[in-house]
């Protein structure tokens, strides 16, 4: 267990349709990533936020959107979404921006039917 | 352009024997380079890093190298053994723009290891 939680586990929603995935970090850790897998992918880096802050963003549509709130824990909401949507999200935490040493959260699994 | 290429996408090895793993960057201010190893339908787990002011790092049955002036790192596994069948992926670091001390990651796409016992 690597201290990162995510919630859902799993996601099946309909095209067009709106949700919201939520990460909480480890404890003590400010920065948290986001990042796609898609089926037989590798990993791609959506968004960063360090302590409520973004600070880096990567292939990151502009259906899609980010926050990190007081408490550090981040929410990645998906709109308009599209069958090729469907993939892996996974959230990483690390204790500095930099994003040395990052663990990573169990993941999402979004299915868009 | 901002890329990781990792090589080979698959690779099987009898069980004990060495397996190793390239990948190639292309952004010379990278300057830290992890590797995670992810079973099927698990979370990647970070297994080593290495960062841009040392050539080699090593832990136990693992190893990472660095060659700044190529811009390659190899993960290097000795004496594998079936538990060690997974997808493994490396990453390079890439300064964010506008944000100090912030980076982004690029991944490669990943090499399917099999440990045949």
């Known amino acids: 267990d690597s201290g990162v939680t995510q919630t859902p586990k799993h996601l099946i929603t309909a095209t067009g349709q709106r949700v919201t995935l939520r990460c909480s970090p480890r404890s003590g850790d400010l920065s948290v990533y986001w990042y796609q897998q898609s089926l037989d992918q590798g990993l791609q880096f959506l968004i960063q936020?360090?302590?409520?802050?973004?600070?880096a963003k990567g292939n990151i549509l502009e259906r899609f959107s980010a926050q990190q709130f007081p408490d550090l824990h981040s929410e990645l909401n998906l709109s308009s979404l599209e069958l090729g949507d469907s993939a892996l999200y996974f959230c990483?935490?690390?204790?500095?921006?930099?994003?040395?040493?990052?663990?990573f959260g169990p993941g999402t699994r979004l299915t868009v039917t | 352009g901002e890329n990781v290429e990792q090589h080979p996408s698959t690779l099987s090895v009898q069980e004990g024997d060495s397996a190793v793993i390239k990948c190639t960057y292309s952004d010379s201010a990278s300057n830290y380079f992890p590797w995670y190893k992810q079973e099927l339908g698990k979370r990647p787990q970070l297994i080593i890093d290495?960062?841009?002011?040392?050539g080699e790092k090593k832990d136990q049955r693992i190893a990472v190298t660095l060659n700044k002036t190529a811009k390659h790192f190899s993960l290097h596994i000795t004496e594998t053994q079936p538990e060690d069948s997974a997808v493994y992926f490396c990453a390079a670091s890439i300064p964010a723009p506008g944000a100090s001390g912030t980076y982004k990651y690029i991944f490669g796409t990943g090499t399917r290891l099999k440990v045949l016992a």
């Open positions: 290495i960062r841009s002011n040392v």
């Open positions: 936020y360090y302590n409520g802050e973004e600070r």
């Open positions: 990483a935490s690390s204790v500095a921006p930099d994003g040395y040493e990052q663990y």
